[in-house]
């Protein structure tokens, strides 16, 4: 890997842009270094690259005939998860039981089925180092998306995601519906609420409604459990066969941001997290990935990733952003517990 990090090096002295990331279970790591330090932004979807989208705005698209690629090996095994002592943030523990209340409340009074709340942590890290953090999480994370983003005009983003929000390659697609959570303590083998069920259904209901129009073809799975760190999920396999005349554009139109990071209804959901969350997402729970891309065939291929589980850093500061979905019967309490144990996944590389 130290080929790509050497690179990584000279992009950062020369501030450039750059990505570099590790895709679900794969070996290789690769790495896309921008070779200007314009901001390139995809409002279509037409171009080949990589694209950086905010949980509101237009996305930032790194292209691929503007960039140079890399690739190398990865050689280890996973590791154990370690432990991370967490620490009790009475104030901010407060302040997003509120919230959680307060999106109990409006759910009760049916103007949601479900709302997804989250809120912004800050450690303090010293001597960060890039190269390290990044190992550790592709070493502690294999079945995710991990990833380390920089623009010298945006700042320095790393995450690592459990969840898929597109992959295509030619007309074939899938996506998954992935939500509800509990802690993972040695054993897959779990039981699921019905407020972990109700939620992961809601999520699998909404995207298999909403692709109809852009598809001739859909298969779900069942439900099943799925680890991610040290957190387990609920998840549902979609694929299927989108239609001719279905667009890039129009499928990520239609999926983001999906009920498992913003509610039902979307737009009404997307209105209330704006103006009670209290803080910016920027990044988080936005998207990310390659699009109009296949370095193997060159075919199209399109692979997004949900930007969850992630961090900016800055200076001496890593900001955590976690969030928790919301139905009727949550309780403030367990979502705070739901944040907490989301936060370890990138405290654990710190």
């Known amino acids: 890997m130290k080929s790509i990090f050497e690179r990584v090096k000279i992009q950062q002295k020369l501030h450039l842009p750059?990505?570099?990331?590790r895709k679900p279970n794969s070996k290789t790591l690769i790495g896309i270094f921008?070779?200007?330090?314009?901001?390139?932004?995809s409002e279509d979807f037409t171009e080949k690259g990589f694209v950086f989208a905010p949980f509101s705005g237009v996305p930032i698209c790194f292209p691929f005939d503007k960039s140079e690629v890399k690739f190398n090996n990865i050689y280890f095994e996973s590791s154990t998860e370690t432990t991370h002592q967490v620490e009790t943030l009475l104030e901010e523990?407060?302040?997003?039981?509120?919230?959680v209340a307060k999106g109990i409340e409006v759910i009760k009074a049916g103007i949601f089925n479900k709302i997804v709340v989250s809120r912004k942590e800050t450690v303090e890290v010293e001597g960060f180092d890039l190269e390290t953090t990044f190992e550790k999480m592709i070493h502690n994370y294999t079945t995710a998306?991990?990833?380390?983003?920089?623009?010298?005009?945006?700042?320095?983003?790393?995450?690592?995601?459990?969840?898929?929000?597109?992959?295509?390659?030619?007309?074939?697609?899938?996506?998954?519906?992935?939500?509800?959570?509990q802690a993972f303590k040695g054993d897959e083998e779990v039981l699921w609420k019905s407020k972990e069920r109700k939620e992961q259904e809601f999520v699998t209901e909404f995207i298999i409604d909403k692709l109809k129009k852009e598809t001739k073809e859909v298969q779900i799975s069942e439900p099943y459990t799925t680890r991610a760190g040290n957190l387990l999920h609920l998840r549902t396999d979609i694929e299927g066969v989108l239609n001719q005349d279905s667009n890039l554009k129009n499928v990520i139109d239609i999926l983001h941001p999906t009920p498992a990071v913003c509610g039902l209804p979307k737009d009404l959901a997307k209105a209330f997290i704006e103006q009670n969350e209290g803080?910016?997402?920027?990044?988080?729970?936005g998207f990310l990935g390659e699009i109009n891309l296949d370095y193997?065939?060159?075919?199209?291929?399109?692979d997004l990733y949900v930007n969850l589980r992630c961090m900016?850093?800055?200076?001496?500061?890593?900001?955590?952003?976690i969030g928790c979905g919301i139905t009727k019967d949550?309780?403030?309490?367990?979502?705070?517990?739901?944040?907490?144990?989301?936060a370890k996944t990138m405290k654990q590389i710190l």
Request: proline share 3%; glycine share 4%.
């Open 18 to 21: 750059f990505v570099i990331y």
């Open 34 to 41: 921008q070779k200007d330090d314009h901001l390139y932004f």
């Open 93 to 99: 523990k407060e302040k997003f039981e509120s919230l």
């Open 145 to 181: 998306f991990c990833y380390c983003w920089f623009h010298p005009k945006i700042g320095l983003w790393m995450g690592a995601t459990p969840e898929q929000l597109f992959k295509a390659k030619e007309y074939k697609f899938q996506t998954m519906a992935l939500a509800g959570t």
């Open 279 to 285: 803080y910016d997402r920027e990044f988080y729970t």
């Open 296 to 302: 193997a065939t060159n075919d199209t291929a399109t």
């Open 312 to 321: 900016k850093i800055e200076d001496n500061r890593a900001n955590l952003f």
């Open 330 to 342: 949550s309780h403030p309490e367990h979502e705070w517990e739901e944040t907490v144990n989301k």
